[in-house]
């Protein structure tokens, strides 16, 4: 889930503070999950049978929410196609996503999946028509070349197909959020994150046939613990947005990468690399001027 994903099911007391410290847990939380993800794919576990304790344990958290926020009412729909398609590019996203995660240093996977906000804002402008200044696609520009300064393009020390799967992950959760614009104009957050991790859960069963592993209780206990993290961060991030606008809190998302770092070095030795590092605060430096001038772009309209 990212940072416009879910509206505010209620008004509640505005509080910048409170909002950012959200945020900067929901990364916590996502760098965690990551971790999760990169540990258990080590030990054999297929990446379609991470996806299904991901969503079956995230309901936990997500169902409380739902409970103590808006009532299970909120959960009919009039759309399930819309829903379904939402399901079916975010699900692509965190396959290649989760992919990435396995064959990449945690620092760099992480970093790559910044690109998000610059595809979602050329894919909005393809899709949706919405009219992109000269402003942000100079933007765009300066972070694609983020991204080529992060995967520094020489065969001999790029690491093609988790590369390639992390921008494609990045791509994926690009085109989820321009759905969940659409979409959103008519269906609650908590509708569209439940039926999301339900397709979660229900594409990662359906994948037990074709080989599954049965992990050694430490694994299942770091899956379960993964799938609780991924609800939990939807959840902080959800309550992140409710407390505090979104050009608030979103520039803090690139917290995560620090979060992604300390744990890539305590539990893997990784150290960063100097490119990942300045490809991804080029990336990052992108990001934010496209979200302040999107916010902005709101604000006048």
């Not at 008519?186 to 592993?213: D, H, K, N, R």
């Not at 992990?215 to 902080?236: E, K, R, S, V, Y």
Request: with cysteine; aromatic share 10%; proline share 5%.
């Amino acid at each position: 889930m990212s940072a416009n994903e879910t509206p505010a099911p209620h008004e509640v007391a505005q509080n910048n503070g409170l909002g950012i410290l959200l945020r900067v847990i929901a990364m916590f939380c996502m760098a965690g999950l990551a971790a999760v993800v990169k540990w258990c794919s080590a030990k054999g576990v297929p990446v379609l049978e991470i996806i299904f304790f991901r969503n079956a344990f995230a309901f936990v958290p997500v169902l409380i929410y739902v409970w103590r926020t808006s009532g299970f009412g909120v959960l009919k729909t009039k759309r399930p196609g819309a829903h379904l398609t939402r399901s079916l590019i975010g699900l692509v996203g965190m396959i290649c996503g989760f992919t990435a995660v396995s064959l990449l240093p945690l620092t760099q996977s992480t970093a790559l999946s910044f690109s998000s906000p610059l595809w979602m804002t050329a894919l909005g402008a393809l899709i949706l028509k919405e009219r992109v200044g000269a402003h942000r696609w100079a933007a765009v520009a300066i972070g694609f070349v983020g991204v080529l300064v992060m995967v520094h393009p020489d065969p001999s020390h790029m690491a093609v197909l988790g590369t390639s799967m992390a921008l494609v992950g990045a791509v994926g959760a690009a085109g989820a959020m321009i759905t969940i614009r659409e979409i959103g104009r008519t269906e609650p957050g908590p509708t569209i994150v439940f039926y999301f991790t339900l397709a979660g859960m229900i594409l990662g069963l359906a994948s037990l046939p074709f080989g599954w592993v049965i992990p050694d209780m430490a694994t299942l206990g770091l899956l379960i613990f993964g799938g609780l993290l991924g609800g939990t961060g939807q959840l902080f991030l959800t309550e992140a947005l409710r407390r505090a606008q979104v050009g608030v809190v979103a520039p803090f998302d690139y917290t995560q990468l620090v979060w992604a770092s300390m744990l890539g070095f305590l539990i893997w030795g990784e150290l960063p690399q100097t490119l990942t590092i300045v490809g991804a605060l080029i990336v990052a430096g992108s990001g934010v001027y496209i979200l302040l001038r999107e916010t902005r772009r709101f604000q006048d309209t």
